[in-house]
């Protein structure tokens, strides 16, 4: 999407569509009452003969208004005036989105920075706007032999107005990072979509290494199951057991900074499928494990959003990519597996095969010297119960990361939710023949997986973000959410920017 900044009234620009917004009672916004004051009153007098009345989100679309250069006009509703937040920006931004995508237009003008935002400054709009505009092109029909062609993607090019051009140098840079973030969101989206018969731990690498190859910054790395063998990663290696298709460990490294340095480092759950293995799962929604890799999918869009940035930071990604399936040498409920930290793990349901995969890459990760590091994976369905679709869990061993990712869940609205990891919780994974066991019984199911990890993640400064609730949707708009790889390019655009405490919103 092609994203230009004007200063010129919405009246005088000639777009496809102009969107302009009105707040409840229908009191018009500044750029509502030009339109209407063009059109000597017509839209004030369209809006009163419809049944929009301002809530937040509502539309309407008009044609030939008089006055006005765009073909047509675009009201939405922005809901009380003295109530804008983020959160209803953002519904007004996805139906000024959705409207003119919907109208058919091949181009847009908005005039969102008017609207004033509780806590949140005109980059802030701009990085929401312009990454709603460049999301909604995203479609997974690539698998079908009709395409969508109910909304086909007319929507080329987006006109933003604002206040003065001394805004816009400000306004450009949020929009390349709105566009990067997209990039990587729809990477991420995609490669959660794909079924598990072609999204295999073979595709994920040469995904990665077709990202190593767009970026010259970008290095990467695939092992396979001998390497992994001499490595030592027993627990990594026993839930590739069950499965026909060769396990992978892949790394990128990306060296952005000026110097060589600690690199932030994460890691990403990439189980291509999930069926359980032995400790089988049940049948209904089993489709749904194919998401089990949107861990490792959200490591390869950050990288991909980074590096599109050129963000001066030195990032390394750890992708353990493997299958959970029963085939005969699976492992089984009771079997004991030797992890590359030396701890050893009884495996009382194979069914808790992220944890096992994780904890050997942890181990790796300590390799790359890594200021911080970050694992995402879609660990446990208990998440789902805790926190439901909205909040990324978390879990820190270092109450400064923790906040900065809270912050930059915050700020992008990709939200987090921190977690305890007390180690009351530890308590559960005692195993009377091993180390630990993988599994902590029934309560607090969230919490004992971290917490099994944090027995492999001592020596650095690390954080576990459980996306099971928030990588994908279940039901009729099933599908990839591209979550949290919103957060994490934040997260690193401020470390980057070196202004992760500064910005406190
Ligand atoms: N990939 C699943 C977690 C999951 C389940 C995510 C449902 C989203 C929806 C994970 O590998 C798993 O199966 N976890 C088990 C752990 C249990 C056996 C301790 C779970 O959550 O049931
Ligand atoms: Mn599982
Ligand atoms: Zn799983």
């Not at 990067?180 to 690498?205: F, W």
């Not at 793990?345 to 200021?371: Q, S, W």
Request: a positive charge; one cysteine or more.
């Amino acid at each position: 999407m092609q994203t230009d900044f004007t200063t010129q009234s919405v009246t005088d620009l000639s777009a496809g569509c102009a969107a302009v917004t009105v707040f409840e009672d229908r009191q018009l916004s500044p750029s509502a009452r030009k339109v209407d004051l063009a059109s000597s009153g017509q839209l004030k007098k369209l809006i009163k003969g419809s049944l929009l009345d301002g809530k937040a989100g509502q539309q309407l679309l008009l044609h030939g208004i008089s006055g006005v250069e765009s073909d047509k006009v675009l009201v939405v509703g922005a809901g009380k005036r003295d109530q804008l937040d983020a959160a209803c920006f953002g519904r007004i931004v996805d139906a000024v989105v959705a409207g003119c995508r919907d109208s058919g237009a091949d181009s847009a003008a908005v005039y969102l920075s008017e609207l004033a935002v509780a806590e949140r400054d005109n980059a802030w709009k701009v990085r929401r706007v312009v990454e709603s505009f460049a999301q909604a092109v995203y479609r997974f029909d690539q698998l079908k032999s009709e395409k969508s062609s109910d909304q086909p993607d007319r929507l080329k090019k987006l006109t933003y107005g604002i206040k003065s051009t001394r805004e816009q140098a400000k306004a450009r840079q949020a929009s390349k990072e709105a566009e990067a973030v997209a990039a990587g969101k729809a990477l991420a989206k995609t490669l959660g979509d794909l079924p598990g018969n072609i999204c295999t731990p073979s595709y994920l690498a040469d995904q990665a290494r077709k990202l190593g190859r767009e970026h010259k910054s970008l290095s990467v790395r695939v092992r396979g199951e001998s390497e992994m063998k001499r490595l030592g990663m027993g627990t990594l290696l026993s839930v590739a057991r069950g499965s026909e298709e060769p396990a992978k460990l892949i790394t990128l490294e990306y060296n952005g900074a000026a110097k060589p340095g600690k690199p932030i480092t994460l890691v990403g759950k990439g189980v291509t499928f999930d069926s359980g293995g032995i400790s089988i799962k049940p049948a209904a929604s089993m489709d749904e494990m194919k998401y089990d890799m949107c861990g490792a999918a959200s490591v390869l869009g950050t990288i991909k959003a980074v590096a599109e940035l050129k963000l001066k930071v030195n990032l390394v990604g750890i992708i353990p990519a493997t299958e959970n399936l029963p085939g005969g040498k699976a492992s089984k409920p009771g079997d004991i597996f030797t992890s590359m930290s030396g701890q050893s793990v009884e495996v009382l349901n194979t069914d808790a095969e992220g944890r096992l995969i994780l904890c050997d890459a942890l181990t790796f990760a300590a390799k790359f010297n890594p200021d911080v590091v970050i694992d995402i994976a879609t660990l446990t369905g208990a998440c789902v119960i805790a926190l439901g679709a909205h909040a990324n869990g978390l879990w820190s061993n270092d109450e400064k990361l923790a906040r900065a990712l809270l912050r930059a869940g915050e700020y992008t609205g990709d939200r987090a939710w921190q977690m305890p990891l007390w180690s009351e919780y530890e308590e559960q994974l005692k195993s009377n023949f091993a180390d630990m066991a993988n599994v902590g019984g029934r309560e607090a199911g969230a919490i004992t997986a971290a917490s099994f990890l944090s027995k492999f993640s001592r020596d650095y400064r690390w954080a576990h973000l459980d996306i099971a609730g928030t990588a994908w949707r279940s039901g009729k708009n099933k599908g990839a959410t591209g979550r949290p790889v919103s957060l994490l390019t934040q997260y690193i655009i401020d470390r980057a920017s070196g202004n992760a405490l500064r910005r406190s919103k």
